[in-house]
T-cell receptor, first 112, second 111 residues
């Protein structure tokens, strides 16, 4: 089945630790995205990538880093510089920017 | 991208049509209206989009007013599985990659 996978579904980390969230897609999409969602809020764009080895900052990139070494993978690292990392993180992909975005099931990160 | 305004919540009876309004009074001529929904603790799901003509697919219908300042998403026969947060988004049909999600409308379908 084609789709987007994110792992793990739930993740717990101690304050001050970096953590990497996985996102893989087998839809052959060029563009991939990372969003953050806080309780009762909409999604906010962290980073996006249009092609391999290229990515751009979204609206709230501070404290996060990404890489795009393969078309199907777009991991997100939440660094210790992110002041409020506890949130629901969603990965998405699309076939070019103006087409519909397909979302993964999300990873809920809790920093203790 | 133009800002949208949606009611924070609404209820709907199962089997009835659900009409979800969205105001986008500052929309420009090259901006499309998109609708997504998010079932609790899942990723958002694309529903439909349109420019100025009414659109229909297997999930819903989108009615856009002639002046394009507002639109209505219609779920023709709501089921309990349609309970979700519905987001109305306007964006330019270019290679602009951003989707700006507001708070959306929480729709609760009741048996």
């Amino acid at each position: 089945d084609g789709g987007i996978t994110q792992s793990p579904k739930y993740l717990f980390r101690k304050e001050g630790q970096n953590v990497t969230l996985s996102c893989e897609q087998n839809l052959n999409h060029d563009a991939m995205y990372w969003y953050r969602q806080d309780p009762g809020q909409g999604l906010r764009l962290i980073y996006y990538s249009q092609i391999v080895n290229d990515f751009q900052k979204g609206d709230i990139a501070e404290g996060y880093s990404v890489s795009r070494e393969k078309k199907e993978s777009f991991p997100l690292t939440v660094t210790s510089a992110q002041k409020n990392p506890t949130a629901f993180y969603l990965c998405a992909s699309s076939n070019q920017g103006y087409n519909e975005q397909f979302f993964g099931p999300g990873t809920r990160l809790t920093v203790l | 991208d133009a800002k949208t305004t949606q009611p924070p919540s609404m209820d709907c009876a199962e089997g009835r049509a659900a009409n979800l309004p969205c105001n986008h009074s500052t929309i420009s001529g090259n901006e499309y209206v998109y609708w997504y929904r998010q079932i609790h603790s899942q990723g958002p799901q694309y529903i439909i989009h349109g420019l100025k003509n009414n659109e229909t697919n297997e999930m819903a219908s989108l009615i856009i007013t002639e002046d394009r300042k507002s639109s209505t998403l219609i779920l023709p026969h709501a089921t309990l599985r349609d309970t979700a947060v519905y987001y109305c988004i306007v964006r330019v049909w270019t290679n602009d990659y951003k989707l700006s999600f507001g708070a959306g409308t929480t729709v609760t379908v009741r048996a």
